[in-house]
């Protein structure tokens, strides 16, 4: 268990051992999540990016792709698209 203290202007020193296991650097932004009754601090980078992988569970699946070669293969495919829309105009 880690203490902080409040301070007259609401802030508050983030212990180090939090800060790493938080992976927080200066600058980063933090999210504060209530949860039955408690509140929850996380790394706002870290939980957009989990929000992000959620949303995007079993398109790889959905769209085929097995491996990194499937996926370099649909960038290129992709590319080659937009380029031909392009030549178009």
């Known amino acids: 268990m880690e203490i902080a203290k409040v ?3 609401g802030q508050v020193t ?3 051992n939090i800060r790493k296991k938080l992976n927080l650097k200066e600058g980063d932004k933090v999210v504060f999540i209530e949860k039955d009754g408690n509140m929850l601090i996380a ?3 870290m939980l957009a990016l989990k929000k992000i992988q959620d ?3 079993g398109e790889a699946e ?3 792709l097995k491996n ?3 996926v370099v293969n649909l960038v290129k495919d992709v590319r080659k698209e937009i380029q031909a ?3 178009k105009e």
Do not use: H, Q, T
């Open 55 to 57: 949303e995007f569970a």
């Open 7 to 9: 301070m007259s202007k």
């Open 62 to 64: 959905r769209l085929g």
């Open 14 to 16: 983030i212990p180090v």
């Open 85 to 87: 829309e392009r030549n």
């Open 68 to 70: 990194e070669d499937d």
């Open 43 to 45: 790394n706002s980078a």
